[in-house]
């Protein structure tokens, strides 16, 4: 039989591995035969998540992402400790709010650090060419909050429509040395991060408004992952510089 989503021998690096839908993807391509190397700050959430992986050869790196200077080492030590990576998934995201009047310049930049700075650093290192495998494939994690305006949150949708757009750049820039570039949209997805946005958010009957327009309900997190993993595999091999909307109709 064959598996259009097989993803053996794949050495994949996931930020934001610790929980959420970087966890779930973890775990999911792990059972499709990739090799994770999973990064997070929390080290011991990370060990949890390493222990729940199919497979042999993952490791678990606990980092800070806002620390852009130090991505290229992490890179390189990976890649030194179990080979060239076949692909990058940035799942790593802050999503606080803060109404525009308190939205300063210092809580823009620590929101597009982790959210879009370090993306593009990610980007630059795993396209070394002593880093990545030839056909390789890029993926960041946006959100219809890049395309559609959400109250309180102008820093986050402004991160993820960043995203949108330095796919695209990105894509054709990298096409020479075969690496594809691509993002996954998600909508309203059942996280840690959904259940703090509805536990601190004080718009009257937000849910009930995005279940109204999210005409397929919440999403979970095995509905991004087997997106991100359709992307990582051959099957997707003629596509670059996209985002793919996995959102219950609610950009419809």
Known sequence: MINPMDLSGKHILITGASQGIGKATAIHISRLGAKVALVARNKEKLEDVLSAL???????????LKQIQDIEGL??????????????V????????????????????????????AFIELSRVFS???????????????SVAGSNGLKSKVAYCSS?????????????????????????????????????????????????????????GLGGTIDVANAVAY????????ITGTGLVVDGGYLA
Do not use: W
């Not at 199919?54 to 490791?59: D, I, L, M, Q, S």
């Not at 890179?75 to 990058?88: C, D, P, Q, S, Y």
């Not at 002593?130 to 993926?139: F, G, L, M, P, T």
């Not at 992307?231 to 003629?238: R, V, Y």
């Open 160 to 216: 993820k429509s960043a995203v949108d757009g330095a796919i695209r750049a990105l894509a054709v820039e990298l096409q020479d040395k075969g690496i594809r570039v691509n993002a996954v949209i998600p909508g309203f997805i059942k996280t840690e991060l959904y259940d703090s946005y509805i536990g601190s958010t004080s718009e009257e009957d937000f849910e009930r408004n995005v279940l109204a327009r999210q005409v397929m």
């Open 75 to 88: 890179v390189k030590k990976i890649v030194l400790e179990a080979g060239a990576l076949n692909g990058l």
């Open 128 to 142: 070394k060419k002593q880093n990545y495998v030839r056909n390789a494939s890029i993926i960041g994690i946006s």
């Open 231 to 238: 992307l990582l595999s051959e099957a997707s091999q003629f």
């Open 54 to 64: 199919e497979g042999e050869g993952h490791a678990a790196h606990a980092f800070d």
């Open 90 to 117: 940035h799942c790593a995201g802050v999503a606080t709010m803060r109404p525009l009047a308190m939205t300063r310049t210092d809580y823009l930049h620590d929101m597009m650090l982790t959210n879009f700075y």
